[in-house]
Every structure is written in structure tokens, then in C-alpha cells.
């Protein structure tokens, strides 16, 4: 079993960057890839980003590319999603997600997620 904590969100003005953790528990939390998805008011879940167990690969959605880094550390079982260069857009509660295959982006294959954090960029 596998639990997912989410920090670091908050309310930034355009342009502004902020870093998202996600720290999990479990023993097999280094083989696992892990993901970030968003859900907007009134929006599906979007998929962001992905990294592979080992950390090595990484894959973005095109509307983060460039922008978002997802990274992972699994000496402290967390995962990260540095977010630079914000839009009012990007206001979403933000969410860690693992279970699933490497890059899925369909939420509902994923088996774990957090609570989620609010992300607000005021424009």
C-alpha cells in the first residue's frame, strides 16, 4: 500500500514558480512511476507529467513542456513537479498519482493518489 502526501502549492502571481512534493510511504515506492495531474473547477483531470521508477525517464503533456519539471528523490520517497513560468491557466488543484504504467495518461488506471494541492496564479 502506497500513501501520497502533497505540499508546496499556494498562490503565485504570473511568471511566478513554484515546487510541488508529493512524499509517499511504502517499501516500493523507488520502483514505481509516479505522475502529477491537475484538475481545474469544473475540468477533467489533465494529466502533466510522468517519471519512471528509477527517475530516469520523465514525459510532458504539450501545455507543460518547457515549463514543468518532474523529478523524483526515492532516498526521501518523493517526488517533485517544479513549476516555472505560471499562467492564470495553470489554477488547478494539483495532484500526485502512482499505480499505473509508466506515462498513462487516463487517471483511472492510476491505483494511488494524494489529497491534492490548490495552485493560484493571479494574473
Do not use: H
Not at 79 to 107: E, I, R, W
Amino acid at each position: 500500500q502506497v500513501q501520497l502526501v502533497e505540499s508546496g502549492g499556494g498562490l503565485v502571481q504570473t511568471g511566478g514558480s513554484l515546487r510541488l512534493s508529493c512524499a509517499a510511504s511504502g517499501r516500493t515506492f523507488s520502483s514505481k512511476s509516479m505522475a502529477w495531474f491537475r484538475q481545474a473547477l469544473g475540468k477533467e483531470r489533465e494529466f502533466l507529467a510522468a517519471v519512471s521508477g528509477s527517475g530516469q525517464l520523465t514525459y510532458y503533456t504539450d501545455s507543460v513542456k518547457g515549463r514543468f519539471t518532474i523529478s523524483r528523490d526515492n532516498a526521501k520517497n518523493t517526488v517533485y513537479l517544479q513549476m516555472d513560468g505560471l499562467k492564470p491557466d495553470d489554477t488547478a488543484v494539483y495532484y500526485c498519482a502512482g499505480g499505473a504504467s509508466y506515462g498513462s495518461k487516463n487517471p483511472t488506471t492510476y491505483t494511488y493518489w494524494g489529497q491534492g494541492t490548490q495552485v493560484t496564479v493571479s494574473s
